[in-house]
């Protein structure tokens, strides 16, 4: 079990950017021009539960600490909520993520090259595959993919093409066993695999 105490993105942590708010979808009825890239920490925080769970990790407890106040000062260890208490797209992205990998133990991580990297998961109905990396290189390897899986963003959303900036993590969902999926991230360029521990 892990105990986060934070979040993935360092950003707004007592060490990281203070002039973070966690102000999310907030714009007009803020005080100063919001620049947090919500997206981005989003990701982050899933790339980082994802590595977690990678390594074997069975329970995440994401767990904010001194935080809640206003939008005065930056909030420190903050997770899933703006620092207003209201949702933040942090919390959306890991509720997709959830819903994806939920029942589903993680069999490999391969690299199949470019820096794109893959965690499959798999369970009884089939699985996910979470690729992580670049856009550009990834796009080529989805397509490639597009008759094994169906593919969706960091939100759920159905993935549209061709892909966009900022969407660097990419769900791949497949039925049945993972092997085919296995095989064709493996023939790819760089192959490497780590498998489970």
Same mark, same amino acid.
């Given at each position: 079990?892990?105990?986060?105490?934070?979040?993935?993105?360092?950003?707004?942590?007592?060490?990281?950017?203070?002039?973070?708010?966690?102000?999310?979808?907030?714009?007009?009825?803020?005080?100063?021009?919001?620049?947090?890239?919500?997206?981005?920490?989003?990701?982050?925080?899933?790339?980082?539960?994802?590595?977690?769970?990678?390594?074997?990790?069975?329970?995440?407890?994401?767990?904010?600490?001194?935080?809640?106040?206003?939008?005065?000062?930056?909030?420190?260890? /903050?997770?899933?909520?703006?620092?207003? #208490? !209201? =949702?933040? @797209?942090?919390?959306?992205?890991? $509720?997709?993520?959830?819903?994806?990998?939920?029942?589903?133990?993680?069999?490999?991580?391969?690299?199949?090259?470019?820096?794109?990297?893959?965690?499959?998961?798999?369970?009884?109905?089939?699985?996910?595959?979470?690729?992580?990396?670049?856009?550009?290189?990834?796009?080529?390897?989805?397509?490639?993919?597009?008759?094994?899986?169906?593919?969706?963003?960091?939100?759920?959303?159905?993935?549209?093409?061709?892909?966009?900036?900022?969407?660097? /993590?990419?769900?791949?969902?497949?039925? #049945? !066993? =993972?092997? @085919?999926?296995?095989?064709?991230? $493996?023939?790819?360029?760089?192959?490497?695999?780590?498998?489970?521990?």
């Amino acid at each position: 079990m892990i105990l986060s105490e934070g979040q993935g993105a360092s950003l707004g942590s007592a060490a990281g950017d203070t002039s973070m708010r966690y102000a999310g979808f907030y714009n007009r009825t803020l005080p100063w021009k919001n620049e947090e890239d919500f997206n981005s920490v989003a990701e982050r925080n899933v790339r980082y539960i994802v590595s977690f769970l990678s390594l074997g990790v069975k329970r995440i407890f994401l767990y904010s600490a001194h935080c809640y106040e206003d939008f005065s000062r930056a909030p420190s260890f /903050l997770v899933l909520f703006n620092a207003d #208490g !209201s =949702p933040h @797209p942090m919390l959306p992205a890991c $509720s997709a993520m959830a819903r994806r990998l939920e029942d589903r133990a993680f069999q490999v991580r391969l690299d199949p090259g470019n820096g794109v990297h893959a965690y499959v998961f798999s369970g009884k109905k089939g699985g996910t595959v979470v690729f992580t990396g670049p856009v550009a290189s990834m796009e080529s390897l989805l397509k490639a993919a597009r008759g094994t899986m169906t593919f969706y963003d960091l939100y759920g959303n159905p993935v549209v093409w061709p892909l966009s900036f900022g969407q660097e /993590l990419i769900y791949g969902e497949f039925s #049945g !066993s =993972p092997d @085919p999926v296995i095989s064709l991230l $493996s023939t790819k360029q760089g192959g490497h695999n780590e498998p489970k521990q």
